[in-house]
């Protein structure tokens, strides 16, 4: 039986590695994409022996580079099934403070890269007999107004619209959804923590923010990534995995019990 393919971006840390490893632990032959091709080969060394593996240096915000890095895995593992969009940025700042340098790094990777991405794999899926399926990463922030995010939030905006209308494009051949997670302890977290002055304190403050009190694992993430890209029924969806932050007031309330 031949193993499925799936494309992770962003792969060479956090949910992107989180992602690319489970995948590769349920039988995907998987292709790794990101700029640092170094740290890609070190995600590359943690996949179990034997799996069927292309790592792949890639700036999606750069079509020529992804459209060469599409048709490399086409080559050396065949027809895509899956694509997990997991690249992204966040630069928070105050509005005054962002810089139209940083407004458009975001945009371009969190947004634009999306597009280039299902814009290059997408083709492939449709000529395939076999369904393909891509799972997007929205976020909270495309869902509700979060201070010093404009940038991220109209990213990730985007990528909501974005998945909508591909869901009704390419159906029935493919399935395009979404994932949307909250708080994720990840290195780009920590690094926005950082930004602060007090990482401790910082994260506290993010758990109290959350109505779950408590932020995601790269690992729990990746589990509902992995998911939605095999629920046969689902098209056009934005999975929530916030821990209620987008059904709660921005700033949830302290228990009541």
Known sequence: MTSPVTIV?????GIGAATAQLLARKGHAVALLARDEAALRDVAATLPAGTP??????????????????AAVVEELGTPFGLVNAAGVCVPSPLPQTSTADWDTTL????????????????????SSEVGSIVNFGSEA??????HYSAY????????????????????????????PGPVDTPMLRSEFALTGDVDKAYRAEVDRVPLRA???????ADAAVWLLHAGGATGTALALDGGTTVACYGAAPHQH
């Open 9 to 13: 971006t962003g792969a060479s840390s």
């Open 53 to 70: 593996q292309l790592v792949r240096p890639c700036d999606v915000t750069a079509p020529q580079q992804v459209a060469e890095a599409v």
């Open 108 to 127: 371009a990777v969190n947004l634009t890269g999306t597009f280039l991405m299902c814009q290059a794999v997408a083709p492939h899926m449709c000529a």
């Open 142 to 147: 495309g869902s509700i107004g979060m201070p």
């Open 153 to 180: 939030c109209a990213s990730k905006a985007g990528v909501l619209g974005l998945t909508r209308a591909l869901a009704a494009e390419l159906a029935p051949a493919v399935r395009v959804n979404a994932l949307c």
């Open 215 to 221: 932020i995601a694992t790269a690992a729990e993430v």
